[in-house]
């Protein structure tokens, strides 16, 4: 009784539909496991965000109603709606700078080709600008900062 009681508890099911994103259970077949080890990960694929990244000299000018649009990398000539819905108080190091990380919700219901981690260009509208800030606001920011001492 004990074995078929182990063997009906070895079944391992997800509570949502989804994709194996992270393991392989079949490279740990004879190894040792540990209570609260973890197996593999499973995403959901019934509902997509967007994580985007913003450089940290460019988050002043995110808010939360903005909006914006995504071109997967796949497909690069198809253009996706979005809209943030959060902005991370906090920013995260990455190699070229820290970043701030936005998540947006898509406007329209996803494809069915997509999959989770997929990676793309997102472009968020921040208003119109005059052209001569466009081309100088990064060099006036750059003598702002190495003039304040």
């Known amino acids: 009784e004990l074995v078929r ?5 070895s079944a391992i099911r997800s509570p949502f539909n989804g994709v194996v994103v992270e393991g392989d259970p079949r490279q740990r077949i004879g190894a040792a496991l540990s209570a609260g080890d973890s197996l593999f990960r499973i995403a959901r694929i019934d509902s997509f965000y967007v994580e985007a990244e913003v450089s940290e000299r ?3 000018e995110i ?3 903005q909006t914006g649009e ?3 990398i796949s497909q690069p000539e198809k ?4 809209r943030i819905s959060m902005l991370e108080s906090a920013a995260v190091p990455k190699d070229t700078g820290n970043v701030f990380l936005v998540r947006c919700d898509f ?10 981690g997929m990676s793309g260009l997102c472009k968020l509208d921040v208003g119109k600008r005059r052209l001569i800030w466009i081309f100088t606001h990064r060099t ?3 003598f702002r900062l190495w003039l304040w001492w």
Not at 107 to 116: I, L, N, T, Y
Request: hydrophobic content about 40%; charged content about 30%.
């Open 107 to 116: 406007v329209e219901a996803g494809q069915d080709w997509w999959r989770p």
């Open 70 to 72: 995504i071109a997967f």
């Open 140 to 142: 006036v920011d750059f």
């Open 63 to 65: 808010s939360d109603l």
């Open 79 to 82: 253009k996706y709606p979005i």
């Open 5 to 9: 009681y182990r063997l009906e508890r």
């Open 58 to 60: 460019d988050v002043h």
